[in-house]
């Protein structure tokens, strides 16, 4: 039977408050529910840690037939994943000034680098280089894009890194962006500059496949996602759409694993995979990620990329999959750190599409030093960190930057992710009430049919706790960055990664230095029997919320300083 809560129903929860909702259900109700075992109950309240006395359970059974008999006709309501909640998050705490009204040019340093005869030089250059080329007439969009596109055609099936490859529109736009170049029409420092795009965004005429078997063959977008719109209309170049880990988790998709171009041997971690992959590889100038809980952070650990994560709002994720809509971030990852901030300049700006969307500007100045910053570290951090975490430390300080202990509050990460489970359950309930989670490759007990089954035992009242917990956490992230301009340490140190994820606050990785060691699995454990390469490392600064100019100016800094981030992978 399926319950409408009808006028009838509503008018009569007017007249009696929320007694008189629920006497008008079932007064609304055709036939009565079917009944709920009194055997059930004993087990439910142990999954939700509860003890009931017979009489209360005994009171109890009737209005929760009722009750799940609306919670049936809520699942067979279509929800298309489009659909948000009405309860949206702003990183922003009451009482607060932030500076929003960022704003101004955003000048490109001096950039004398002689145009390269090999054209795998010019694969792998910065997009500051790439853009003078370009503004010079010294390369067209047309013969960059050619580039790309051999590389991709030569080393992407080996990687496993894009999922559609997309050179007619590629071309077209190349020839368009070069037209603009000789009619004076130029859109910015973009233009002409190919890149890839993660596939859970849409871009007109291709499919998104969102990494996963039961979606591999969607039909095409009709329409550009935000992020597609926003990078056309700056002139960038579409080459194709980049592998993630399905539903946007780990690296294996629905036709392969994306692979780490310092070592083929092993994945490339994720979920923004073949974003990280690409362009490692040299395979794009730069390109579109996504996290929720890494994905922008991980694979760049991994593939020695730079991953700029930015405030929750700050870039729209209209026409992307939605799997955490409370905690989904959109960034650039890119092969230095001025490159980002390039993309975030083109992204950056309020969406009425995407109701997170904030109104909030952005503005770089890459010729100021960092000097007289003072950027925060946890020294515990550091007791046992790996010599390429304690050499980026040691950078920030010899660039200027003064160093600030500070300790960060023991905030509980683990009951903070009861949110991100429990959103990513509801935004792909169909999987799970279908049983076509089973289509899915990966299995394993943290893979996502297992987790999203799990979730469903989450009780809504430990939901919501979780997040007044989150709200807990983003006050005490308020507090700790007092007095600081930025924080340092490794990726994952203190939980970082996950309570900056959960309070909006922006986090920057980027390439730190090197390490020998054998392939690894996704958890990063050795994998038994693989020879050991030389793989890069990266480490983390984070900032306060909407300052990611500070994050671009500090970080470039250091990678000047570092002078690693230009060795390439050996394909």
């Not at 013969?143 to 590389?151: D, K, M, Q, V, W």
């Not at 470039?556 to 060795?567: F, K, N, P, S, W």
Request: hydrophobic residues 45%; aromatic residues 8%.
């Amino acid at each position: 039977m399926t319950i409408d809560v009808s006028r009838r129903a509503m008018m009569g929860a007017g007249a009696a408050g929320l007694a008189g909702f629920a006497a008008a259900l079932r007064a609304d109700a055709q036939t009565p529910p079917p009944p709920v075992p009194a055997e059930a109950l004993p087990g439910a309240e142990a999954l939700a840690g509860v003890s009931y006395t017979e009489a209360e359970r005994s009171q109890m059974l009737a209005g929760l037939a009722e009750r799940l008999d609306v919670i049936r006709a809520l699942r067979a309501m279509e929800k298309p994943n489009s659909l948000a909640p009405a309860l949206t998050f702003d990183p922003r705490l009451p009482g607060v000034a932030y500076d929003l009204a960022q704003g101004g040019d955003h000048p490109m340093p001096p950039e004398t680098a002689r145009f390269p005869d090999n054209p795998d030089d010019v694969a792998f250059a910065s997009i500051p280089q790439l853009s003078r080329w370009l503004h010079r007439g010294e390369i067209t969009s047309r013969a960059l894009t050619e580039i790309y596109l051999e590389r991709i055609a030569r080393y992407g099936a080996g990687l496993q890194c894009f999922i559609t490859v997309t050179p007619e529109r590629a071309r077209a736009e190349a020839d368009g962006a070069d037209r603009g170049f000789r009619q004076g029409r130029v859109r910015g420092w973009l233009h002409g500059v190919p890149y890839g795009l993660k596939d859970l965004f849409d871009a007109e005429g291709a499919p998104s496949t969102w990494g996963a078997e039961p979606y591999a063959n969607r039909p095409p977008a009709t329409q550009d996602s935000a992020v597609a719109r926003k990078l056309r209309e700056a002139g960038a170049v579409l080459l194709g759409k980049t592998a993630l880990g399905a539903l946007a988790y780990g690296d294996i998709w629905h036709d392969g694993v994306c692979k780490n171009p310092w070592n083929p041997m092993e994945g490339s971690s994720g979920s923004s995979a073949g974003s990280a992959s690409a362009t490692a590889a040299g395979l794009c100038a730069f390109a579109i990620g996504t996290e929720t809980l890494g994905s922008i952070v991980s694979p760049s650990h991994r593939c020695g990329t730079t991953g700029l994560r930015p405030t929750f709002g700050r870039i729209s994720r209209a026409g992307a999959m939605a799997l955490c809509w409370s905690l989904d971030k959109v960034g650039p990852i890119c092969r230095r750190v001025l490159d980002t901030a390039h993309v975030l300049a083109a992204l950056n700006g309020a969406d009425p599409a995407d109701a997170s969307s904030l109104d909030a500007g952005f503005e770089f100045h890459p010729m100021r030093t960092p000097a007289g910053m003072r950027v925060g570290y946890d020294p515990r951090w550091f007791e046992d960190a790996a010599d390429h975490d304690r050499a980026f430390l040691e950078a920030a300080r010899a660039v200027g930057a003064t160093l600030i202990e500070r300790a960060i509050p023991d905030i509980p990460v683990a009951q903070l992710a009861i949110g991100l489970f429990v959103e990513a359950a509801a935004a792909f309930e169909e999987l799970t009430l279908n049983n076509w989670d089973d289509q899915l490759d990966w299995q394993d007990d943290s893979a996502w049919p297992n987790t999203f089954r799990q979730a469903r035992f989450v009780t809504a009242i430990d939901y919501v706790q979780a997040d007044r917990l989150r709200r807990r956490a983003m006050i005490q992230m308020h507090e700790a960055f007092d007095g600081l301009d930025a924080m340092i340490g490794p990726n994952f140190a203190g939980g970082m990664l996950t309570i900056t994820n959960f309070t909006g606050h922006p986090q920057l990785a980027m390439r730190s230095g090197f390490i020998d060691s054998p392939a690894r699995s996704l958890q990063n454990r050795p994998i038994e029997g693989t020879p050991v390469r030389r793989v890069p490392r990266a480490s983390s600064l984070w900032a306060p919320l909407f300052e990611e100019r500070t994050l671009i100016r500090l970080g470039h800094a250091i990678e000047t300083r570092l002078g690693v981030a230009a060795e390439r992978p050996a394909l």
